[in-house]
């Protein structure tokens, strides 16, 4: 699939990746908290991120999620590390899966990274689980 030729195309595109991706309560909620300053960055993301990268079809978005997952513990860079969790999941990747790129991303990144990872996945992962059973 070529890439939308219009930055504004590619725009609506990426919002709905975004939406399928995090979810319509992370995105819904995003957008009540917008103001005229931070609409900026969101357009941004949703044309650049969203609509360009996310929009490629040489990775899967189960790929693209996992590479998420591992870059983001590495940096980090933890409340979108959480975002990027719920986002895995919502993409197919199992909690098996996530422990594996954790793992990994401690051989890597250092164990203390992968133990805030860890944390932080099992927070989530467990609000995933809880959310499903209601």
């Given at each position: 699939?070529?890439?939308?030729?219009?930055?504004s195309?590619?725009?609506r595109?990426?919002a709905?990746?975004?939406?399928?991706v995090l979810?319509?309560?992370?995105?819904?909620?995003?957008?009540k908290?917008?103001n005229?300053?931070t609409?900026?960055?969101?357009?941004?993301?949703?044309s650049?991120?969203?609509g360009?990268?996310?929009l490629r079809d040489?990775?899967?978005?189960?790929?693209r999620?996992m590479?998420n997952?591992?870059l983001?513990?590495?940096?980090?860079?933890?409340?979108?590390?959480?975002?990027?969790?719920?986002?895995?999941l919502?993409?197919?990747?199992?909690?098996d899966?996530?422990a594996?790129i954790?793992?990994?991303t401690?051989?890597?990144?250092?164990i203390?990274v992968a133990?805030?990872?860890?944390?932080?996945?099992?927070k989530?992962?467990s609000?995933?689980?809880?959310?499903?059973?209601?």
């Open positions: 699939m070529a890439l939308p030729d219009s930055t195309e590619r725009a595109q990426g709905e990746v975004r939406r399928k979810g319509a309560a992370f995105v819904d909620a995003g957008k908290e917008a005229p300053f609409q900026h960055f969101i357009e941004f993301t949703q650049q991120c969203w360009y990268a996310w040489g990775l899967s978005h189960k790929t999620s590479l997952v591992c983001l513990a590495g940096l980090g860079r933890w409340p979108e590390f959480e975002v990027h969790i719920r986002g895995a919502n993409n197919g990747v199992t909690p899966e996530i594996e954790l793992l990994h401690a051989v890597y990144a250092g203390p133990a805030d990872g860890f944390r932080r996945a099992d989530i992962i609000e995933v689980a809880a959310e499903k059973k209601s």
